[in-house]
């Protein structure tokens, strides 16, 4: 047991505590636990504290279709988390990675993706890693690197753009729900399918079609602070911008985001006039085979994320 801090008499008659008195607590014992069985609040209270925008409903959602692992402290103390969700059979997106910062850099985040990993074997992995984590996913062998810019701010009024040629754009109907599942799939290279059954029930969405045949797709809704614009899948800048500009327009003056690993051309301009100011640098890492990497090199390709959970 280390000795109490010990206090001196000041002048005043007030007392403080000496400087430099030192005091060891002892090392935390951690276990692992099913991330479905903690408090939804302890895992919000969790993703508040690194300063993360996720309400405790985008936990939900995350819950609901993934899986995942919470550390918790010896008393009950939620410390670290991390969740994965399976694209299909072969994949899986690993995210919402957190230790407690009095708790990092003491080897939790390895323990805690490393079990992840090991609970994934055999499907090739993708994750978006915030900048400091990204050397730790290194040493775990995650490559195929892409840098994706985390856009946002106050939404402008977009830019007056024409419909590219032989488009047009209508709202996302039950009816449309396959073509886009599908469109995804082309744009992603994985089977998103579940994911996207959810977000399409409570997103808007946009499609542009062309002679009779539906090219791409973005999906708008509430997250974090405002709004997300994103999953979008599109062959094109003209044509992203094309099914993100209603998104965009319906939520002037409203905090807007879109993460996009397109930092060059007129899909990122456009961004930059709506007002989506490029806020933070993050990077796309996968395991097994390039993540997100469309399956034909003229088809739809992913132009904005879900999330950075998501992908
Ligand atoms: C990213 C994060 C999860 C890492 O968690 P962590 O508990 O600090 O992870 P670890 O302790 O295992 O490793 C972090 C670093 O500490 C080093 N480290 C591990 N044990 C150590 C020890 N005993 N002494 C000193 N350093 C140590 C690791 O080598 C690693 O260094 P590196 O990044 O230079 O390779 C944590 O910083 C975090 O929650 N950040 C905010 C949220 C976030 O960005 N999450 C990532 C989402 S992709």
Redesign the pocket.
Known sequence: MAPCPRWEARGDGGRRVEPNVTFSLDAFELTLTDIASVDLEALHALSIG?GWPHRASDWQMLRDLGQGLAAVDEIGRVVGSVMWMHYGSDAAMV?M???SPR?????????LMSEAMRRNEGRRLA????R??R??YR?LDFIYERPIHQCQGEALAPPDMPMPDGATIRPIGPADHADVLSLDRTATGMDRATMLTRLLAEAEGTLLIRDGRPEAFALCRRFGRGHVIGPVAAATDADAIAVAAPHAAAHVGDFLRCDTPEAEGDFFAFLMRCGLADHDIVTSMGIGREPYLGSRPDGPRRYALASQALG
């Open positions: 690194v995210g990675m957190i230790t708790l990092q850099e003491l080897g939790a985040g390895r323990w994750l978006t890693a915030t400091v984590a050397r730790l040493s």
